[in-house]
């Protein structure tokens, strides 16, 4: 954040507020004409990320300099000539119509402002990937096989990022930020003003805090909470990060264990329902699932995650025997209860998707309800002082979501013109020798790779726009398949090299933020079998009998406990090595059959089976027969 006096300080504030009440007007009224939407969202927070944002590390305590207002105020007129001329814009033949002087201007100015904004606000490595992509246009006539692509105009490159609405800057994904995500951003900026993340403290302490590792355990359910409503993995570990890593190091927890679990647990929570980050609203603009069908699609997937975190905390607690939080530091039962009221507007959330109504409805209803819950106690109450700044956090929270997204979409633009996505899916296709698992393998690693620069919403877009057909064309359901590359762009804040939350939780436990980053990979590595069983077996999510889908969860369940003992060396004992490399088969055995539960009933299995079986039963035989032959030795 750039250092600002009083002037600019209240200026760049009213400016964010500005913004925030323009979505909840929108919200209640209705939404604009979409170029007129997005036009408004861009228009607000593009200038905003030049003010508040530094164009180097080095300079983040200094002034706003004067050439970073010009910046701000220049990238005011190509949002605003969306706006103004969107009637004559909506009517013109897309790729016919000529494309005016004044519009391959403007559209050059609002390309590059935009990748230095991603650039100051988002990540560098997001920039220099769009950049990535906009030479590889003018390369693409020069290649050959899957790569070529028909030579592209300057005017075409103009027309397909900055007037089209299909894709590109003002594109339908940047709709989805201008709409949806922004609305659910403004009502976590609420909660957070009633103190719903210290509440989630709270009660997760009290939950699971006395036990075997409790403060390490606190983190991930906490997290979790507050993560699935924060949508942004970084802000979630500065929440709740600053209260149970210093706790975790109190009790004796390795500062890089600590600042890992709060890593792993906050990038979880892009996963956990209600909310999921921006993801679920914008899968559900690219697969025409309802957002509803989506959450509940995710639901077993995210607590099993969560559930693989506490284990393998558990584990190593166990291992490492440390101890849990004293009864004297906890809130007790009773203020838990009295402060449950803060937990109506999630409920109330829940309850109004579940019965059908849109998320914007829902969004709204539930946000006008935090704002009555405020009321309830005195130092919650919404003033209009806490109103400005709630308002005002709201819009800055906005800024990295709306950039992202927009620069997502100048690369769907590129990949989706140029027919590079097919040409991909080809690839991976001709790689894998067109069978499921191995063409998953290869999109895990684009996920991943994507992923470990990139925030996890345009990581998602960028790779399902490139994997996406690959599995389709295998065979795959729409919705399993977007759902197993989001798993591993999420996933992919934990992954080193880079791996933003465990670097964020790595400045505030005090250790190395490589070593946290490889912490959380492990912690959070049991997850990676999820995506894998629900590509193959739909009851994971929520697609089956009762039967099926409790079967598949308790299977899974299993194999995470036994994946999670491996990782940790400790199971119900300390492990060694070849009892850990038991425990890994023995997870991958149970996830195989998770996947393909058709197999149990085939032959091989039921050998598979009783040599298992019999390995079981003649291992204490084994082991006493090799004591007394050491003991004779």
Known sequence: ???????????????????????????????????????????????????????????????????????????????????????????????????????????SLMIVLLLEAIRRAVVPAMAYLIAGFFVYLYAAPYLSGVFYAKPVIFAEIIEMQYLITDAGMFGSITGVSATFV?????????????KTGQFFTDLACRIAGKGNGGPAKIAVISSGLFGSISGVAAANVYSTGVFTIPLMKQLGYRRRFAGAVEAAASTGGMLMPPVMGAGAFVMAEITGISYVNIVIAAMLGSLLLYAS????????????????????????????????????????????????????????????????????????????VRIWGTLRLAGHNMIMIALACAGAGMVVAVVTHT??????????????????????????????????????????????????????????????????VYYFAVLAGVTPPVCV??????????????????????????????????????????????????????????????????LSGYFFKPLNLGLQITLFALAGLTTFVCAKPDLINSPMFRILGILILAGIVLRPFWLKSRVSKQVQQ
């Open 419 to 484: 027919g590079l996505a097919l040409g991909i899916a080809t690839v991976i296709t001709n790689w894998s020798g067109g069978q499921m698992l191995p063409a998953m393998l290869l999109i895990m690693i684009t996920s991943l790779v994507m992923g470990m620069g990139l925030p996890c919403t345009p990581a998602y877009i960028i790779a399902i726009t490139i994997g996406g057909p690959a599995l389709l064309a295998m065979g795959s359901e729409m919705l399993s398949a977007h759902l197993f």
């Open 182 to 194: 922004a609305l659910f951003v403004i009502f976590g900026a609420f909660m957070e003003a009633t």
């Open 1 to 107: 954040m750039k250092k600002l006096n009083t002037w600019q300080d209240k200026a760049i504030g009213a400016w964010l507020v500005i913004i925030s009440i323009f979505q909840l007007y929108t919200a209640t009224v209705g939404i604009f004409q979409p170029r007129i939407q997005r036009g408004i969202h861009l228009l607000f927070l593009l200038p905003a990320a030049f003010v508040l944002f530094p164009a180097f590390k080095k300079q983040v305590h200094e002034k706003v300099g004067i050439f970073n207002w010009i910046l701000a105020i220049i990238s005011i007129f190509p949002p605003l000539y969306i706006i103004y001329f969107h009637e004559r814009l909506t009517e013109r033949l897309e790729f016919v119509d000529d494309v005016l002087t004044i519009e391959l201007i403007l559209g």
């Open 309 to 384: 975190m506490v284990i393998r905390v558990h584990y190593t607690a166990k291992r490492e025997k440390l101890s849990g939080v004293e009864e004297k530091d906890m809130v007790s039962y009773k203020q838990i209860l009295k402060d449950s009221y803060l937990l109506i507007p999630m409920i109330l959330l829940v309850i109004l998707l579940l019965k059908g109504y849109s998320p914007f409805f829902a969004a709204t209803a539930a946000i006008g309800v935090v704002f009555l819950v405020s009321f309830i106690k005195k130092e919650t109450r919404m003033t209009p």
């Open 501 to 566: 939350p465990a670097f964020c939780a790595a400045s505030i436990a005090k250790s190395k933020p490589l070593q946290t980053g490889f912490e959380a990979f492990k912690l959070a590595m049991a997850g990676f079998l999820i995506p894998y069983v629900f590509v193959f077996n739909q009851a994971l999510l929520m697609q089956g009998t009762p039967l099926e889908i409790i079967t598949v969860t308790l299977g899974l369940l299993v194999a995470i406990i036994f994946f999670a003992g491996a």
